[in-house]
């Protein structure tokens, strides 16, 4: 149970600290992320979306996942997240880059294949704090 949350904790750090530096050079972080993908298929208006919401999305699912708080849909939505990058990822064929990436995929499904070990998380006092006020 411990390793558990030691693993959903250091990918939320990690998530965050992407997530907030990019916030810190937040339009240099665009424009290098537009001059990449100019040279794809993807229309202009999806990646300048995408590019805008990405920080503050990676932030928010790390935060989630260091206080264990909606751990399932974190995760899910954190491998979601990983999914569109790895997509992104080919079409720049940045394959070494690619390899890294699913690395954090498999992180992301250990979390949500062992998701019954989060004991130590925002959830479980949810969780408990129902049942307990369930069986009063």
């Known amino acids: 149970m411990y390793s558990y949350a030691l693993l959903r904790i250091t ?8 997530g907030l530096v990019r916030f810190g ?3 240099v972080f665009i424009e290098t992320m537009e ?6 298929f993807l229309p202009q208006i999806i990646l300048d979306s995408f590019v805008w919401i990405l920080p503050p999305f990676e932030a ?9 708080l909606m ?5 899910i939505l954190g491998a979601a997240l990983l999914m569109i990058l790895i997509f992104g990822t080919g079409l720049l064929q940045d394959w070494s880059t690619m390899s ?6 498999t992180i992301y499904f250990i979390l949500l294949f062992h ?9 479980e006092v949810i969780k408990s704090d129902t049942y307990n006020k369930d069986n009063q």
């Not at 990918?11 to 992407?18: D, K, R």
């Not at 998701?115 to 959830?123: A, F, M, P």
């Open 60 to 68: 928010l699912i790390g935060l989630f996942l260091i206080l264990g």
């Open 11 to 18: 990918l939320g750090i990690n998530l965050l600290i992407h």
């Open 71 to 75: 751990t399932r849909v974190s995760v």
């Open 25 to 27: 050079n937040y339009f």
């Open 35 to 40: 001059k990449n993908f100019k040279k794809t």
């Open 100 to 105: 890294f990436q699913m690395i954090y995929a």
């Open 115 to 123: 998701i019954c070990y989060n004991k130590y998380s925002v959830d």
